[in-house]
């Protein structure tokens, strides 16, 4: 079922999206990959009931328009996307960022990795680690609404 949905990532460093897109290719992931360069555009898609909601959401803390943390804000305030997990990506280890992340729900956050094997190794364990937890199925999250 996992295999089957979505990864969504919001990120608008070109680079990083193709460093990404190489990492999960070497590690032989086959979730496809949703992409937006700004949070706001990322929320109005997953505000869409017609669009396939992600397994998991991997969100850059910085983008043009709608940061990471009214992103965050925004999903954990709306019922029917308050269960999708996020995941912070920054270049900052800014102890607020940090802790203000997880005063609003955040299921962890990373500071990007430097280099593309470290990459490779954040998106294994990420992915790792969401394959071996037990998430709650979509009628049981709609039946708790």
């Known amino acids: 079922m996992k295999d089957s949905l979505p990864i969504l990532l919001v990120e608008d460093d070109n680079i990083d999206v193709i460093m990404f897109n190489r990492a999960l290719g070497d590690l032989n992931i086959t979730n496809r990959l949703i992409h937006f360069a700004d ?14 909601k992600p397994w998991f959401v991997l969100a850059d803390l910085n983008t043009p ?3 990471g943390l009214e992103f965050l804000r925004a999903i954990k305030a ?6 999708i997990i996020v995941v912070i990506l920054s270049g900052s280890d800014d102890e607020e ?8 729900g955040v ?7 430097p280099d593309y094997e470290k990459l490779v190794e954040m998106i294994r364990t990420i992915h790792t680690y969401w394959s071996l937890s037990e998430l709650p199925r979509e ?7």
């Open 107 to 113: 299921a962890g956050y990373i500071v990007k990795p």
């Open 139 to 145: 009628s049981v999250i709609s039946q708790s609404r």
């Open 97 to 104: 960022d940090i802790a203000e992340s997880f005063r609003l």
């Open 65 to 67: 328009q709608m940061n």
């Open 39 to 52: 949070c706001r555009e990322a929320l109005e898609y997953l505000e869409n009931e017609d669009n396939q």
């Open 78 to 83: 709306h019922d029917a996307l308050k269960q």
